[in-house]
Structure formats: structure tokens, C-alpha cells
């Protein structure tokens, strides 16, 4: 989705909450073959990881370790020596043992006492097989990307495996005596699709599914590591790229967004979710999402919609929305003798495109833009293209590299000009599709947003 894809808008957000505070737990580790390094338990915290305690082992390669009862319950890593380390759960347990060898700490992994971590350790095993298995499929498609009866068989086993892993580890998830471990379980897992159907529907379907299992009520879920991620992975499944509007997107986005703030949810959970949303849409041109997060955002918990800057744009861009009228402007297109008058354009559908030379997303995505123009240009539909840049030779040079034939103007930025303040232009690419009375019908953000449009639309 170049400048708007989901996964730059993603950022991990820890609130302050109220810890759910355990009795002190115990690990011990019994390392076969020991050297003797010190040893560190760290809990995560998001994507961060807090160092806890350490220690050195005992002569038989036993560690001792102490997890205080004012640490968070969740998941927890051990590092012994250079990159060899594995991942535990604290819930419930006061005593945590294990066993492993030095030379293969995770894949020798034994648990000794700890009926969650038995869950746990042996989801985590399941989901590493699974893992290197559809690995080594995606190596051998790599070398078979034509379509035939062996890249057809590949493909079935990746999903295969892929289903296996899900419903294996909903399994394995159904068997913790705690919501904690079960919910670290599922957060880990992708849903998989029960039905066959278009891509769309098929996205939905797993949205829908999306949360089951994962225990929202649950305070102790606010520092698991994937939680967050999965947040994130939620929305961006729902984009169906190449298949919505840019508009439909948005509409999709508020929906599902509404809906998950309709679960069952602790108020802690929502104040984290709902932080990391605000400051993920907040500079984006989502603007009905945003919509939708202001009117969840009841308790003042995102104080980034109180930044004047951002409060001044959104008065102007809802001046700007589909519904609204464009402004008019008159223009010379380079290489034409004669002025042109907006609203005098003959074409059913009219894209505005404010762009830069000296724009990254601007370079890879004008000459996108400019294919879907050659395939639709008969059949009403037009472009002018603003380049905003105040050097005319790059200007020139780029349009004559890419050879775009199209209409083509320059209007250095300058914030008292009437075209760029109409247009609220604080970014590029800005896109507007207009129809011949002027009506914004739909905001792009990218070349795949004017394609689709033009697919439903011509």
C-alpha cells in the first residue's frame, strides 16, 4: 500500500496498567555439558525484552533462578551463552523445571515441572516443524513457478500444513489450565480458511475468527509479544488489495475495528489496543477509521487527536472527502498552447495527482498510474498530473524518461498558492478522482486504489 501500508502504521504501544501480580516463581535449568556461562531471564514487554535475574550455574550445570511476585505475568525468555536460548510462559506455576543440553538448548528442551509450560514448550516445538516444513516448500516453489501438476501439489501440502499447525495448536491450546497460556498459544496462530471462495470473502471470514479463543478479558494478555503484531495483522488481511476501492477499504477497516472493540474486553486491553490504532491512523488518510477511533476514544486514552496540527488537517480533509466538490482551477499542460479549465474536462472520470520528483513513492508509483491511464484513456477517463517540485529540469527530465503523455503542469509548492491550499496538499502522491460536475468520488492512495475503481466504474 506504499505510504499507507499497515505494517509502517503498526507501532507497539505499552500503557500503563495495574499488574496482575503472582506468587515468586522458581526456574530451575539443568544444562547437560555446561561451560558455565551466565545465564538471563527477561520477560518481554511488547517487542522489548526487561532483563530479571541471572545467574552462574552450580558445578552440575543446574541454574536457579528467581521471577519476583511484582514482575507481570506472561512469557519469559532464557539466554544461555551466545544465541542459544528458548522461551517460557509465567501464570500459574510457582516452581518451573527444565532439562536441555548446551550444544541444543531449544531443541533438547525438556520440561521437568510445570504442567503450563508442557503445553507451551510443546506448542512451540509443533509450530517450529510445522514452520521449517512449509520453509522448505517455499524453497522448492521458488525453482517450480510454473503452473504444473508438482507446484499444484506443493502448494495443497503448504496449506495442508499450514491447517495442520492451526488446528493442532488449538488442540494443544484447549488442554492449558490457564487463559494466559491458551491465549499465547492462539495469538501465535494464524486462522485458517474452513470454506472455499473469493479472496474477499474468504479474508472476512477468517476476521471473524480472528480473536477466538484469545481471552480479551484477561489483563494478564497485555505484555505478550504477539498481541500487538496480531492487532495489526487482523487489519491488514482485511485490505484485499487489488479488490477494493480505496474507500471500500476504509469502510472495512471501521467495520472490523468496531467489531473487535464489541468483544468481551478488558479495559486495559482496549486503553492498549486502541492507543496503538490512534497513533497508527492518526497520520494516515484513513479518515473514516479515524472517524471511528475518535468515537471509541470515549476515555481521552489517545491524546495524539488533541495535537492541534493533526485537528487542523482533519478540518480541511473533510472538506476534501468523496461527496464534496473539487476546486475548479485553470491550466497550461506542457507542450500546449491553450489553458484548460478542470471543469471543463470531457472525460467521465478526472484523477487529480499531486506528485514529486523527489518523492520515493512518487517515482515507483506515477508510472503505475500512467499504465492504468493508457488502458483507460479512450474510455473516459483522464489525468492531470501536478508535479509540485520547483526544479523544472528534473521535472522535464522525469516525465520525458517515462514518457508520460498525459497532462502534465508544474506548481511549486507554495503555501499561499490557491490550488495547493484548496487541496489541503501536505503530501505526496495526493490523489482525487472527480467526475465532470466536480464531485471527489474517491480518494487513492495508491495505483492499485485507481485501477480497482476504474475496474467497477468503466
Known amino acids: 500500500m506504499g505510504k499507507n501500508h499497515l505494517s509502517v502504521l503498526a507501532s507497539t504501544v505499552i500503557a500503563a496498567i495495574s499488574i496482575t501480580c503472582h506468587a515468586q516463581v522458581r526456574v530451575e535449568l539443568k544444562v547437560h555439558q555446561s561451560i558455565g556461562s551466565t545465564a538471563i531471564v527477561s520477560r518481554y514487554e511488547g517487542k522489548n525484552q526487561i532483563e530479571v535475574d541471572s545467574c552462574k550455574p552450580t558445578p552440575d550445570g543446574v541454574y536457579t533462578f528467581s521471577v519476583p511476585a511484582d514482575t507481570p505475568k506472561g512469557i519469559y525468555k532464557v539466554s544461555v551463552g551466545k544465541g542459544a536460548s528458548f522461551d517460557f510462559i509465567v501464570s500459574t506455576d510457582t516452581i518451573v523445571r527444565f532439562e536441555t543440553y548446551s550444544f541444543a538448548v531449544e531443541d533438547s528442551l525438556k520440561v521437568k515441572q510445570s504442567a503450563e509450560n508442557e503445553v507451551f514448550i510443546n506448542f512451540r516445538k509443533l509450530r517450529q516443524k510445522a514452520e521449517q516444513k512449509m520453509w522448505l516448500i517455499e524453497s522448492l516453489r521458488k525453482y517450480y513457478t510454473e503452473p504444473t501438476m508438482f507446484s499444484q501439489m506443493l502448494e495443497n501440502e503448504h496449506q495442508r500444513t499450514a491447517f495442520d499447525l492451526y488446528m493442532q495448536g488449538n488442540a494443544l491450546a484447549s488442554k492449558a489450565n490457564s487463559s494466559l497460556v491458551s491465549s499465547a498459544i492462539r495469538l501465535e496462530l494464524t486462522p485458517q480458511p474452513i470454506t472455499q471462495g473469493d479472496e474477499c470473502s474468504v479474508k472476512k471470514e477468517l476476521s471473524e475468527i480472528w480473536w477466538q479463543g484469545i481471552d480479551l478479558t484477561n489483563p494478564d494478555i497485555h505484555f505478550l509479544p504477539r498481541l500487538i503484531p496480531r492487532l495489526w495483522d487482523y487489519l491488514e488481511n482485511l485490505l484485499c488489495e487489488g479488490n477494493y476501492t480505496k474507500e471500500e477499504q476504509d469502510s472495512v477497516l471501521s467495520e472490523y475495528i468496531q467489531k473487535l472493540f464489541n468483544l468481551p474486553m478488558h479495559s486495559e486491553i482496549k486503553s492498549l489496543l486502541l492507543s496503538s490504532l490512534c497513533n497508527g491512523f492518526a497520520e494516515s488518510d484513513y479518515y473514516g477509521v479515524i472517524s471511528t477511533l475518535q468515537q471509541l476514544n470515549e476515555n481521552k486514552i489517545c491524546p495524539i487527536f488533541n495535537d ?57 508509483s506515477v508510472p503505475q498510474i500512467y499504465k492504468t491511464y493508457k488502458q483507460y484513456q479512450g474510455k473516459g477517463f483522464d489525468v ?59 480518494r487513492p492512495s495508491t495505483p492499485e486504489h485507481v485501477k480497482v475503481f476504474l475496474e467497477k466504474n468503466l
Open 308 to 364: 492541534p496540527e493533526l485537528k487542523a488537517k482533519l478540518v480541511l480533509e473533510a472538506g476534501l472527502m468523496p461527496g464534496k466538490k473539487a476546486f475548479d482551477f485553470t491550466f497550461k499542460p506542457v507542450g500546449q498552447k491553450k489553458s484548460i479549465k478542470l471543469s471543463n474536462s470531457t472525460s467521465k472520470y478526472t484523477l487529480v495527482l499531486f506528485w514529486s520528483v523527489w518523492c520515493p513513492h512518487c517515482i515507483e
Open 384 to 442: 492531470i498530473a501536478i508535479c509540485i517540485d520547483d526544479e523544472d529540469d528534473a521535472f522535464q527530465n522525469f516525465i520525458k524518461q517515462n514518457e508520460l503523455h498525459w497532462k502534465n503542469i508544474r506548481i511549486p509548492y507554495d503555501s499561499n498558492s490557491k490550488v495547493i491550499l484548496k487541496y489541503n496538499v501536505d503530501e505526496t502522491p495526493k490523489m482525487f478522482i472527480v467526475d465532470k460536475k466536480l464531485n471527489i468520488l474517491s
